[in-house]
């Protein structure tokens, strides 16, 4: 993919520094080996998520300034809501402190003990609400997703013949709705197409079974649209995103993704009894529905990101960011997920390291190498994140064991990309050779993801 210059010059910097190898030594022993658990003064490059982490624009900040902070009525929740109405379709939306806020509240409408809800691929805060109210999820997406070889272009797409198998096994009727994650976040940011997420509604109209976005990061979905799917090729990103949004009945939406804020988020929906339902919860978890657990400026800076976000020289240098880095590690001949995604570059840990058994958490190793290597700080998405079977107690193995480098937006320069790439290749290089990883110090019982500890084998 062709760099352009970014269409933007910098107005504020923020100072970071390079830890020396021995602060890195201390820092990663004191955080148990675990970068979820290190200081963000620790950390030099900081790929964890593109979650919070990205830079907002003038117009954001100034925003902020003008927030109403009125505790009901507040004006800023209005230019939210016409954004939401603008950009996404949806007419009815309730502002949420950030995307788990609207998992919270959507499976607290509509997940029962005994539901079952079929998605593409699970991710970690939308199952454990599906699993707190009783639900199972069921991971319906394309074989294809979990080979991280496989060039196909849109590797988000349900399978929907197994989906069609799991209506008939499990009954329509126990199905609340299913969960479209647009991109598929553990696919390591794969998107999913037009023509089956139009193939996806029809199937499931026929059962009258609501289809709900995960919208957290749809304006990258639309780019890939945009650039791969024929007949797409000549419309905005923003007429994309929209057309998507009206083959689904609502969405869920963590608006510290594509909408560039730092918190945030709403829950949009088309039926005015769930909006109704919807509503009385957010007075319960999140505040007044005209807040939602975001103060008046942040929801200010929420409603111009989005305008911002579809914008096609925005999301064109976001996209073209990730495929550089992406670029350089393939051509380097680093295992990666292929194609590259839309937010992350995402590390095959176990072809890394094919001598450290799944239980001893490649993953969780590398990331830690890779944070010694260079003070670069990603992010374990393998068996780790995965938890263990609520049922029988065994850690999950998903196929995919992966090092997620997420690139916040608007943050780093091809500068800081060219350092890690460099880091990642000598690591990877050395990796190759180690035979032992990681064990528990300490494990939590839920999303053991970001407290759990460890110590090398
Ligand atoms: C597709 C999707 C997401 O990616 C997402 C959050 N992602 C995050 C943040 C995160 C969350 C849990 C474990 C590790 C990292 C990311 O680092 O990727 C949420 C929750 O949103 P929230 O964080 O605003 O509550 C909903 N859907």
């Excluded at 940011?189 to 009258?208: D, K, V």
């Amino acid at each position: 993919m062709p760099y352009t210059a970014e269409p933007w010059r910098i107005k504020v910097v923020e100072p970071i520094r390079i830890p020396t190898r021995e602060e890195r030594e201390r820092a990663i022993l004191t955080a148990g080996y675990n970068v979820s658990l290190l200081r963000s003064d620790e950390v030099y490059i900081d790929l964890y998520t593109d979650s919070g982490t990205n830079a907002m624009s003038d117009r954001q900040w100034a925003g902020m300034m003008i927030g109403d902070e009125a505790y009901a009525g507040s004006s800023s929740f209005y230019r939210l809501e016409a954004a939401v109405q603008r950009y996404y379709g949806y007419p009815h939306v309730i502002p949420v402190h950030q995307g788990r806020g609207a998992e919270n509240i959507l499976s607290r409408c509509l997940v029962r003990p005994g539901s079952h809800i079929p998605g593409n691929m699970y991710f970690t805060t939308t199952r454990a609400h599906q699993e707190l109210n009783g639900g199972s999820f069921h991971d319906v997406i394309v074989s294809r997703a979990h080979d991280p070889s496989s060039e196909h272009p849109f590797k988000g797409d349900v399978d929907l013949d197994a989906l069609e198998r799991l209506i008939h096994k499990v009954g329509a009727d126990t199905i609340p709705y299913v969960s479209v994650a647009a991109t598929v976040n553990m696919a390591g940011g794969q998107p999913i197409s037009m023509a089956n997420l139009t193939a996806l509604r029809e199937l499931t109209a026929q059962h009258r079974i609501p289809v709900i976005l995960d919208a957290a990061r749809a304006v990258e979905n639309a780019w890939f649209i945009q650039q791969h799917e024929p007949d797409w090729g000549e419309h905005s990103v923003a007429e994309i995103l929209w057309q998507m949004c009206a083959l689904t009945d609502g969405a869920c939406m963590s608006a510290k993704k594509d909408s560039y804020a730092n918190i945030g988020g709403w829950l949009a929906v088309r039926d005015p009894g769930l909006a109704e339902q919807a509503r009385n919860l957010v007075v319960v978890y999140e505040g007044l529905h005209t807040y939602g657990g975001m103060a008046g400026r942040d929801m200010e800076a929420v409603a111009r990101g989005i305008e911002e976000s579809v914008q096609e020289d925005n999301i064109r240098a976001r996209i073209q960011q990730v495929a550089y880095l992406g670029e350089r590690l393939i051509q380097a001949g680093v295992p990666v997920v292929r194609p590259i995604g839309g937010h992350a570059v995402c590390l095959d840990a176990a072809a890394i390291m094919p001598a450290v058994p799944r239980d001893q958490f490649p993953a969780q190793t590398l990331a830690a190498a890779l944070y010694l290597d260079s003070g670069t700080r990603g992010a374990e998405r393998g068996v780790v994140s995965a938890g263990r079977d609520p049922v029988t107690g065994e850690n999950r193995h998903p196929r995919l064991e992966l090092v997620r480098l997420a690139i916040p937006r608007r943050v780093y320069t091809r500068s800081h990309l060219d350092v890690v790439a460099d880091s990642v290749i000598r690591t990877a290089q050395h990796c190759q050779a180690v035979t032992t990883g990681l064990s528990f110090t300490h494990e939590p019982a839920t999303l053991r993801f970001f407290q759990a500890r460890f110590a090398p084998v």
